[in-house]
């Protein structure tokens, strides 16, 4: 199934409990603060059933079209084909929505290609993940996940010590219907225009942590499950044109919240089992199909500095500086460096699991590792091609009502380059992607997505074959020896 914009809007009107402070928010679809980012989402269905994109954005499997990022990889074509619909979803939002539909979708999707490891001596979950991602796959569902404990809430003895019950997420009773769940876990980002939530562990757990181990899938609506929402970034304005980024790319981020919530034992995909909590993410493809979406979404986000970079210089009269065009061949040839990143994981790729192939885990680790490291970098040299002339504008183009004023602003804010609106509308843009709040929330956002730093660099420490760089520099050392003594 190929779902449209509108079936997807009209399923998000499902009695889920949202909250932004104490406000309840009855219809995600129509409240100020989330129904422009929802038609963005609603547009992302919609484009798959469009000709320019239908082919890379389906496959077919027994007469049958599903969404690309549900494609078991086979064949480098198969991950080619990946790849590409990953572009093009990203295309779509400039890389500013990461957790769109295809991100969850490939974790789970990485998972099915190796399901034998759900089943344990305790558990069977094998057949439950297989069906999950059938359910998914059939559907055409959008998930999002919450796999984190909530920050600072991480060390038990803290609360046992109060008499206070540990916030975490944790499973606190099970019946023959299947087990209860409460707690808090983040960052369900994009929960509110998601289906279905998949709650888990990508943090290792302490061995006495069984209870938290706890990995499920549960609708937004289920009861006892509420969302509690960040300060919203689309409302500060009233058009696109002061706000291009803000109005309708705020993909959201909520902290999940369980009260006694029921799941399904035919939804629940690992229980009582610390370890194996976090191993389904490293010894499946699902951190590698799923950070390779992350990889190509900050690429399309790299295109857009690239070429903001560009035309701001261009603005300023400043791009034949020599200085600033050494800086314009470095944005460049950064943006270049994760597009090789990105395309040596297909042509280095792996052949695993058993009859399928992935994403070459040490290359995609690398660039995550790139991304998350010069997200900071890469705006600060726009922000400095920016200078000051991102304040020189006037608050909102809703100056140009006026016919006093914008005679004013059509006179004084030209320049030789640009005429006035056209240059507002650049600065406006470039001040969305540098200065603005939502800005910040992306610099955020790209720092800590994949987690910290240095969890990031122990997934490439754990992928690097040692014993062969030992073997490199023996090789060299086995070519001389001690001069002999005389």
């Known amino acids: ?19 932004i402070g104490d406000e309840k928010i009855n219809d995600v679809t129509i409240h100020p603060a989330f129904k ?44 080619r084909k990946r790849s590409v619909a990953h572009k093009i979803i990203a295309d779509q939002t400039s890389g500013m929505m990461g957790r769109s539909m295809d991100h969850v979708a490939s974790f789970v999707t990485g998972m099915s290609t190796n399901p034998d490891i759900f089943d344990t001596g305790k558990y069977k979950f094998k057949k439950n993940l297989l069906n999950y991602y059938n359910h998914m796959k059939s559907n055409d569902i959008f998930t999002s996940y919450a796999v984190v404990p909530p920050q600072a809430a991480r060390n038990p003895e803290f609360y046992q010590k109060q008499n206070l019950p540990i916030p975490t997420l944790s499973v606190i009773d099970e019946n023959d219907e299947g087990v209860v769940i409460s707690g808090m876990k983040m960052l369900a980002t994009s ?23 706890i990995t499920c899938a549960i609708p937004c609506n289920i009861k006892g499950l509420s969302l509690w929402m960040r300060q919203p970034l689309s409302t500060h304005y009233d058009n696109q044109f002061d706000s291009p980024l803000s109005w309708n790319l705020d993909e959201t981020d909520v902290l999940v919240m369980c009260e006694n919530v029921l799941v399904p034992w035919d939804k629940i995909f690992v229980m009582d089992d610390a370890i194996l909590a976090r191993e389904i993410y490293i010894k499946t493809p699902a951190h590698c199909y799923g950070n390779h ?24 009269g400043a791009d034949q500086v020599p200085a600033v065009k050494e800086t314009l061949g470095k944005m460049s040839s950064m943006e270049a460096n994760l597009s090789g ?17 992935t994403f070459n885990r040490r290359m995609m680790y690398a660039a995550l590792n790139w991304c998350t490291e010069n ?41 030789p380059q640009m005429d006035a609106t056209s240059r507002m509308k650049l600065f406006k843009l470039a001040w969305d992607v540098v200065g603005s709040e939502f800005a910040g929330r992306q610099q955020q956002y790209e720092k800590f997505y994949a987690g910290a730093s240095f969890i990031i660099k122990n997934h490439s420490y754990r992928e690097t074959p040692w014993d ?18 005389n």
């Open 375 to 415: 997200y900071t970098t890469i705006i600060d040299e726009l922000r400095t091609l920016c200078g000051g002339g991102v304040f020189q504008m006037p608050a909102s183009i809703n100056v140009v009502k006026n016919k006093k004023l914008k005679k004013e602003f059509e006179t004084y804010f030209q320049t």
């Open 1 to 19: 199934m190929i779902k449209t914009g509108d079936q997807h809007l009209n399923q998000l009107k499902d009695g889920r409990v949202v909250y």
């Open 341 to 357: 990143m990105i395309h040596g994981q297909i042509e280095a790729a792996e052949s695993w699991p058993k009859d399928h192939i």
């Open 293 to 316: 979406q992350a990889n190509v979404r900050y690429w399309s986000k790299m295109e857009l500095i690239t070429g903001l970079c560009n035309k701001v210089a261009k603005a300023t």
């Open 191 to 213: 929960a509110v225009f998601a289906n279905e939530i998949w709650i888990g562990n990508l943090v290792p757990l302490a061995p006495d942590q069984i209870k938290q181990s």
């Open 468 to 485: 062969y760089f030992d073997g490199v520099v023996d090789n060299v050392m086995d070519k001389y020896d001690p001069p002999k003594q």
């Open 36 to 79: 422009n980012a929802a038609k963005t989402v609603a547009k992302l269905y919609d484009i798959k059933h469009q000709n320019k994109y239908k082919n890379e954005l389906t496959f077919e499997e027994n007469g049958e079209l599903f969404s690309s990022w549900f494609l078991q990889a086979k064949n480098k074509n198969d991950l």
